[in-house]
């Protein structure tokens, strides 16, 4: 059974900088698309970044020019590296991939536990 775990997370001061990885544990006919999730207390799960299988990738608005999203096809694996880090950020972040574990199957949507990030003072 595929399963998407994910590593990095923690506290850090704002300004600073966090990696968050996130790897398929099983083998894997093919992934389409890779990506990060966040949802923080009392809010709505929002996108961060999301990476096509051609690797072009989306972010959203409020970590452009900030966060860098970035896979490892050979891995299986997906990165999100978070610089200028604000408390604003303090959420879990959640890694998401569409996986077609077998030929004869349709994709799936797959979601890591998540790893909670914390930027504090």
């Known amino acids: 059974q595929v399963q998407l775990v994910e590593s990095g997370g923690g506290l850090v001061q704002p300004g600073g900088s966090l990696r968050l990885s996130c790897a398929a544990s099983?083998?894997?006919?093919?992934?389409?698309?890779m990506g990060w999730y966040r949802q923080a207390p009392g809010k709505e799960r929002e996108l961060v970044a999301h990476?096509?299988?051609?690797?072009?990738?989306n972010y959203g608005d409020s970590v452009k020019d900030r966060f860098t999203a970035s896979r490892d096809n050979a891995k299986n694996t997906v990165y999100l590296q978070m610089n200028s880090l604000k408390p604003e950020d303090t959420a879990v972040y959640y890694c998401?991939?569409?996986?077609?574990?077998?030929?004869?199957?349709?994709?799936?949507?797959?979601w890591g536990k998540g790893t909670l990030v914390t930027v504090s003072s």
């Open positions: 998401n991939a569409k996986i077609k574990e077998v030929p004869w199957r349709g994709v799936m949507d797959y």
């Open positions: 990476i096509t299988s051609g690797g072009s990738i």
């Open positions: 099983a083998r894997i006919f093919s992934i389409n698309a």
